[in-house]
């Protein structure tokens, strides 16, 4: 991921972008005396620059939604009326900073979205001070809201100007360690799911404490209680996804309690989570370094989750960093 993804051209959709979903996924063209328009799904690409929007905006393109870069908050309801009078009903967009009024025009612009009868979703893409500054350094450009001040500031300023709209997010993606592959894999399991979103998808991530909490994490576990395969010399050098290693984890006297606990607890939680909309959860599991202990809980929890009908899958944020 990189900083130098974030150019595009405002309001022009992407060449090449399929203009349409899969056959079966695609509505009858209306009357064009008809001034009513059906509802369409709707998702808007926004967050931090140089964070990867417009990646993901290409992930989006490919699994079959028309892609608009750069567009500016007011135009997003005449856009989505305009493809919903044709033949799309799959629309995304990518909006950036533009303006001090950016987050509350984008969500007025949601907000307009949702009484119209559409179904807006906003996907925040965000990465780490240090990550954003080091991909700005490497493609040598500015940040858009540097002026004359320092790269740091242009982020801090962007971010306090997105902190209403990221607090509304529907989905949190945190690129700081993630390549385009996984990138793309996170994308997928919220939306390609033969053109139909789940009702609740769930990511499950292991990671190391030592090297910091995963900040889009909704719920987090701490796995350290359990003892370290770290000093067991034949399971050094295994993971927790090493049968040996799963195993011994999942063996000890307290670990089936535990998971039989807190599986009790999403169970309470996940009828909730859908009667306020919430349509992804991601459950973050953390060991010492994040390659035994959290990799094997994070692996159960994500079959657990499975067996009760949820849509998830296991990503292992620091796995191979030790």
Known sequence: MTAGTEA?????????????????????ALDPASTETPPLEVIVVTGLSGAGKNSAGRVLEDLGWFVVDNLPPALLLPMVELGARGDLRRFAAV????????????????RL???????????????????LVRRYESNRREHPLQGNGTLTDGITEERALLTGIAGEADLWVDTSDLNVHQLRATLENAFARDGRTPPLTATVMSFG???????DADLVVDARFLPNPHWVPEL??????HADVRDYVLGQEDAGDFLDRYTEVLRLLLPGYR??????????VGCTGGKHRSVAIAEEF???????????????????RE
């Open 8 to 28: 595009g051209t405002p309001g022009v959709a992407r060449a090449g972008a399929a203009p349409v979903g899969p056959q079966d996924d695609v509505s009858p």
């Open 302 to 320: 994500a079959r657990r989750l499975h067996a009760e009908g949820i849509a998830a899958v296991a990503r292992h944020r620091d796995l191979g």
């Open 209 to 215: 404490f030592k090297y910091g909490l995963p900040l």
């Open 236 to 241: 050094r050098e295994h993971t927790g996804r």
């Open 113 to 131: 979205l949702s009484a119209a009868g559409h179904r807006p979703r906003v996907v925040y893409v965000h990465a780490r001070d240090e990550v």
């Open 95 to 110: 909006v950036d900073v533009r303006s001090r009024a950016f987050s509350s025009d984008l969500e007025e612009a949601i």
């Open 275 to 284: 009667r306020e909309g919430k349509r992804y959860l991601t459950l973050a």
